[in-house]
């Protein structure tokens, strides 16, 4: 597979907010060759990835010696690749690192030109909104206009949607999975928790911590806050259930009295192991950042509605959702599906039957790689998705549980 890695100077760049930096990096990885559009073609071969919260540009493949700390296995590696899904012998694949992280885009942990030191709670505010921006710069960067497809799950799927409002015209197909328009209370108070994790910690220093000790403490609580997230009750009873872990000295945390006397139970070790690897390659700063962007994202902004919002889309569009999501709904993703409809957007929306919670669309490269593929090749009349289950109303999008569960 030919991949490229690098890093693009988009030079000066203003943020939503309104505050400019005066140079904004973004890294990024393409697989497959690209394939500009001829005359009178609708469009290339191009197919951008958008990463969720905390991934990065490295979306397949593996590059151990390569500067993406933390990140040599790839996040999509079964969906994205030679034959696979978005098969590289095919498409163009472009995945952006986002501005506010921290592998290798400009965020909080990098270097302000201007005073010669990390730019911590300096760095401005980033939107959902300014991601977009940063890709469509990259984008133009390395000679390519229209594209093929935008596809991103979580945080990514709004990225996805935020093409849709900022620039309609540039893309012929959506595909935002285990997505929603907008998060629900829930999900804001669990978000919020986990950021008081990282502040309360005395290591975070207001976010100047660079130099000396980082929030480790706080930046690992808030990442188990949100594996818990991720994972369903059916996932984490099969999993885990309530097993011992066979030792007695539990991980990083301070331990109360009583601890010797009681199990350390296989999901407190679980927890335990994703906090400790996370604080290793991620900056509490940008994990701060990026949550608040996605907090903070609500598709009808600015609009009457969110099918206002996506109104001016005129290509085709593919929802993906899970049935033991409690992150991103079905219900959130059928919303969706009704706004691309009032949009007269053609629109399916593919339900997945899983017990795997939100991390589904990472972890089932066989229920989500066959609709996707076909949709990336045909759009909604690709062979996965034109199918319509007894009793759906036929002038209307299907909404149906995978094809291909077992």
Request: net charge negative.
């Amino acid at each position: 597979m030919n991949v490229e890695r690098d890093s693009v100077s988009l030079g000066e760049f203003t943020f939503e907010c309104g505050e400019t930096i005066p140079e904004l990096d973004v890294a990024y990885e393409a697989y497959g060759e690209f394939e500009p559009e001829g005359p009178g073609e609708a469009g290339s071969n191009v197919v951008l990835v958008c990463h969720a919260l905390t991934g990065s540009q490295h979306v397949a493949g593996r590059h151990d010696d390569a500067g993406t700390e933390g990140q040599a296995r790839a996040w999509w590696n079964d969906i994205v690749g030679p034959g696979k899904a978005i098969d590289t012998n095919e498409y163009y694949v472009v995945c952006a690192n986002v501005p506010g992280s921290c592998y290798g885009t400009t965020g909080p942990a990098s270097e302000n030109p201007e005073t010669g030191e990390p730019y911590g709670p300096d760095f401005p505010p980033v939107t959902v909104a300014d991601w977009v921006h940063a890709q469509r710069r990259l984008l133009d960067a390395l000679g390519v206009g229209r594209l093929r497809a935008v596809v991103g799950g979580s945080v990514g799927g709004q990225n996805v949607l935020e093409w849709a409002k900022q620039y309609p015209d540039d893309v012929d197909r959506l595909v935002p999975i285990a997505a929603a328009a907008r998060l629900d209370a829930q999900c804001l108070g669990f978000d919020a928790i986990a950021r008081r994790a990282i502040t309360s910690d005395p290591d975070w220093q207001g976010g100047r911590y660079y130099g000396g000790d980082h929030p480790d403490d706080g930046l690992a609580l808030a990442r188990q806050i949100g594996h818990m997230m991720y994972l369903s009750k059916a996932s984490m009873a099969r999993k885990f259930g309530r097993r011992s872990a066979g030792r007695s000295t539990p991980g990083p945390f301070p331990t109360d009295p009583a601890a010797d006397f009681f199990p350390y139970r296989e999901v407190e070790s679980y927890l335990d192991y994703n906090a400790e690897t996370f604080v290793d390659r991620f900056d509490a700063n940008s994990y701060l950042y990026l949550m608040r962007a996605m907090d903070d994202y609500d598709l009808g902004e600015g609009y009457d509605s969110d099918a206002d919002a996506l109104a001016a889309f005129e290509g085709e569009a593919l929802l993906m959702s899970f049935t033991a999501d409690w992150h991103f709904t079905v219900e959130q993703s059928e919303h969706l599906t009704e706004a691309f409809e009032a949009a007269d957007t053609e629109v399916v929306h593919h339900v997945v039957d899983s017990d795997h919670g939100h991390d589904a669309f990472l972890v089932e490269p066989d229920h989500v790689g066959p609709p996707l593929r076909d949709f990336l090749a045909e759009g909604v009349a690709g062979r996965s998705l034109s199918d319509v289950s007894e009793g759906d109303d036929p002038d209307r999008a299907p909404v149906h549980s995978s094809l291909f569960s077992s």
